[in-house]
C-alpha cells in the first residue's frame, strides 16, 4: 500500500505511470480497456475572453468542464475502448467521468479527513483501492458496489448518525471526475492512491468505514 509522503507529488501524481503524458482520449481508453471501467465524456473548457469557461454555458458552473454534459448520461457510459475512443475523437478535450455503481462505488470525504483516514488505515494494514483527489478539496475511495446501500447501516453501528458526518457514497445514479479531468482554474483531479495490478480488487465498504468514520467525526 501507498505510504502518505508518496500520494499526491505535483501534477505527475494525476495520471497512472502507462498513462502519463497521454491525452485525455488515450487516459479514457485505458480506463475502459485496463480496468475495465465504464466511462462517459463530460463538459470541457473553453476560452472567453480570457478565462476558462464550462461548455455548458454557465457562468457560475460549480464545477467548470467536470460535469455531465447531457441528461441521459448514464446511457451513453461505456466500458468498450473502441467505444470510448469514438467518443472522445468528437470532442477530445471533454472530461472523463466515471459512472458509480457498477464496477465500484465511492466513498467522498473532505480532503483533511481524507488524508487522515489514509495515514489510519496504513496503520491498520488496510488494503485500499483507487482513491482521487479533486480540486474541491474531495477524497474519493473506491470499494465493491453496493455500498451507498450499506454505508448509513454500517455508520449506525459504530456509534455515529450518519446525518453528522460529512461522508456520502456515491452509488447507482452518481459519477466521479478521473484524472486528470480539470476542474476551470484550480487544477486536475489527481491520485491519491494510483490504480495498480496490486489494487484491482476493491475492498468493501465494510472495510473502509471505521477509519473514514472517525477522520470525519475529527474532522467536523
Not at 100 to 124: K, N, Q
Not at 132 to 156: C, E, I, N, W
Request: glycine share 8%; charged share 20%.
Amino acid at each position: 500500500m501507498l505510504s502518505v509522503e508518496e500520494t499526491i507529488v505535483g501534477t505527475e501524481a494525476a495520471q497512472i505511470p502507462k498513462q502519463r503524458g497521454e491525452s485525455l482520449l488515450e487516459t479514457a481508453v485505458r480506463y475502459a480497456e485496463e480496468r475495465h471501467w465504464d466511462v462517459f465524456p463530460g463538459t470541457w473548457l473553453e476560452a472567453a475572453e480570457g478565462v476558462q469557461r464550462c461548455s455548458c454555458g454557465e457562468v457560475a458552473c460549480v464545477a467548470p468542464g467536470a460535469h455531465a454534459a447531457r441528461p441521459d448520461w448514464a446511457t451513453q457510459a461505456t466500458g468498450s475502448a473502441t467505444v470510448a475512443r469514438r467518443m472522445w475523437q468528437k470532442q477530445p478535450t471533454a472530461s472523463i467521468l466515471l459512472p458509480t455503481g457498477r464496477t465500484f462505488d465511492a466513498l467522498s470525504v473532505p480532503e483533511t479527513a481524507g488524508f487522515l483516514a489514509l495515514a489510519r488505515m496504513e496503520r491498520m494494514e488496510l488494503t485500499l483501492g483507487p482513491v482521487t483527489l479533486t480540486p474541491d478539496r474531495r477524497m474519493q475511495f473506491f470499494v465493491l458496489p453496493g455500498a451507498s446501500v450499506k454505508v448509513p447501516d454500517l455508520v449506525r453501528k459504530i456509534g455515529w448518525s450518519p446525518a453528522s458526518l460529512d461522508l456520502t457514497a456515491l452509488g447507482e445514479g452518481a459519477y466521479v471526475p478521473a484524472p486528470p479531468t480539470r476542474y476551470g482554474s484550480r487544477g486536475a483531479v489527481q491520485w491519491a492512491c494510483r490504480p495498480t495490478a496490486a489494487n484491482r480488487w476493491l475492498p468493501d465498504a465494510e472495510e473502509l468505514i471505521s477509519p473514514l468514520a472517525y477522520a470525519c467525526g475529527r474532522d467536523r
